[in-house]
Every structure is written in structure tokens, then in C-alpha cells.
């Protein structure tokens, strides 16, 4: 059974880098999947931030892409998430995610546990 | 980008009632939306994608169908664990996902 769990602090200070990983088991990170990072919060729903596949291409969300990092560690079974100048409007719960594609366009199937991120000092 | 809006906001039905939630896409996506439903505290799960095709393991009390702009998620009958937040989600473009407001479905 696939499984996304996720680590990171709950706390980051504004205009720090708010760091998350997510670990997977019950298969490998180099299969054929995109490998995601979505947000939650009550202001803006749900944000998708962004997502890579294990050969390394990323695609981010526009609104976030200046900002965001997605890298895997395929040694490690992992992907992570690197969001720099975190401001009051990064707190959300912060989800991993894996996608599959159907006919053309990749779903979430998995999910992580969640983890809620706050921007404070 | 393309805005998703769903609707109602909030439906309230009895248990064994049908449920008929409703996601209207801005601009053309073809088929390509899903359905997810969340619980409190949880991740959302996914229902339905390709606007039709159930997921592994959800029921067949859950439908979807649509395309276009226009799409629905149908619950044949509702059962007690059924009443949660559903979302819409598109993309059609894939540097731009986007998800709708979410339809509340509460017990009656």
C-alpha cells in the first residue's frame, strides 16, 4: 500500500524558507508518476503549489514559481519542498501528493497526512 | 486561468436521499476533471477523474458525468459517511490547475 509521510516544522518565520519533505513507501519514486505539493487554507482553498517526476522535470504554479522548489532524493525514497520569503499568506496545511496521468491529465490518487505550516514570529 | 465554480455551496439532505452537486468551468476543459471528497482533518480522496471513471474503490453510489464547461457528481443515495466537502478540480493546461469553492453536503 502506497503511503505519503510527511516531516517538516509546523512554525516558520516570516520572510524564512518554510521546508517540508514527504517519504514514500510501498514503491519506488522512480516510477511513473508526478510527485506533488498542494496547500489548504481557508483564504484561498485549494492551491496546488506545484510537482516533479522522477527524471527530474518540475512544473510549478505560476503564482508561486519565483518562490518554490520541488526536488527528489531517490536514494532517500523522497521528495521535498522548498518555499523562500514565506509571508502571514503561506499558513496552510500543506499536502504531498502523488499524481497519475489518465487520457492527458495527472490526478491526485495519494495522499500525505497533512502538515500545518504557520508564517509567524 | 480557468475558474471553477461550484454549486451549492451547501446541500442538505437525509441519509438514503440522492445528491446532485454541480461544477461549471469558465472556459472549455473537455472531460479532464475530477472529483475529491474531503472529511474534516483528513486529505481529500479522490472520487472520479476523466469526469467519469470512478477511482479504485469508491462505490458505485458515486457518479460523475459532464463535459465541456458543465459537470456533475451524483450520489445515488447517500450514505452517513458520505456527508463531507466535495471539490472539482481541472487541468486542462497543466501549469494551471485549478480547484472549485467545494459543495458542502450536511446532514439534514
Excluded: M
Excluded at chain 1, 89 to 113: H, K
Excluded at chain 2, 14 to 41: H, M, V
Excluded at chain 2, 52 to 57: I, K, Q
Amino acid at each position: 500500500q502506497v503511503q505519503l509521510q510527511q516531516s517538516g516544522p509546523g512554525l516558520v518565520k516570516p520572510s524564512g524558507t518554510l521546508s517540508l519533505t514527504c517519504a514514500l513507501s510501498g514503491d519506488s519514486i522512480s516510477t511513473n508518476y508526478w510527485w506533488s505539493w498542494v496547500r489548504q487554507s481557508p483564504e484561498k482553498g485549494l492551491e496546488w503549489i506545484g510537482e516533479i517526476h522522477h527524471g527530474g522535470t518540475t512544473n510549478y504554479n505560476p503564482s508561486l514559481e519565483s518562490r518554490v522548489t520541488i526536488s527528489v532524493d531517490k536514494s532517500k525514497n523522497q521528495f521535498s519542498l522548498k518555499l523562500t520569503s514565506v509571508t502571514a499568506a503561506d499558513t496552510a496545511v500543506y499536502y504531498c501528493a502523488r499524481a497519475f496521468v489518465a487520457a492527458r491529465s495527472p490526478y491526485f490518487d495519494f495522499w500525505g497526512q497533512g502538515t500545518r505550516v504557520t508564517v509567524s514570529s | 486561468e480557468i475558474v471553477l465554480t461550484q454549486s451549492p455551496a451547501t446541500l442538505s439532505l437525509s441519509p438514503g436521499e440522492g445528491a446532485t452537486l454541480s461544477c461549471r468551468a469558465s472556459q472549455y476543459i473537455g472531460t479532464y476533471l475530477a472529483w475529491y471528497q474531503q472529511k474534516p482533518g483528513q486529505a481529500p480522496r479522490l472520487l472520479i477523474y476523466d469526469a467519469s471513471t470512478r477511482a479504485t474503490g469508491v462505490p458505485a453510489r458515486f457518479s460523475g458525468s459532464g463535459s465541456g464547461t458543465d459537470f456533475t457528481l451524483t450520489i445515488s443515495s447517500l450514505e452517513p459517511e458520505d456527508f463531507a466537502v466535495y471539490y472539482c478540480h481541472q487541468r486542462y493546461n497543466w501549469r494551471a490547475l485549478t480547484v472549485g469553492g467545494g459543495t458542502k453536503v450536511e446532514i439534514k
